[in-house]
Nanobody, 127 residues
């Protein structure tokens, strides 16, 4: 099993940056795919970015060129660097993982039900 703990959320002005972290605990000796999702008030959850067990990444169109994933396999931590933030990026951001060999585009598209989820970290972007 895996336990995920997100951090790094906060409040910044539009145009600013934040870096979210997702620390992974538990049985990390087996490969797993991971993704970041977000849910804004009154909206459905959406995929933001994902990385599969082969290290390939995928991003939602709305964040391409602004958000970047990176993974530290020693620290078992996934990062989401968010630049040029916009008010519409305001949401609760969740990290998710799964031992199954999901491909990153499918994770972002929401085609897979991820088994492990963190509790989320809030991001608020003011105009």
């Amino acid at each position: 099993q895996l336990q995920l703990v997100e951090s790094g959320g906060g409040s910044v002005q539009a145009g600013g940056s934040l870096r979210l972290s997702c620390e992974v605990y538990g049985y990390t000796y087996e490969s797993y795919s991971m993704g970041w999702f977000r849910q804004a008030p009154g909206k459905e959850r959406e995929g933001v970015a994902a990385i599969d067990s082969d290290g390939r990444t995928s991003y939602a169109d709305s964040v391409k060129g602004r958000f970047t994933l990176s993974k530290d396999n020693v620290k078992n931590t996934l990062y989401l660097q968010m630049n040029s933030l916009k008010p519409e990026d305001t949401a609760m951001y969740y990290c998710a993982a799964d031992y199954r060999a999901f491909r990153a585009p499918g994770i972002v598209a929401g085609r897979h039900s991820m088994d492990y989820w963190g509790k989320g970290t809030p991001v608020t972007i003011s105009a």
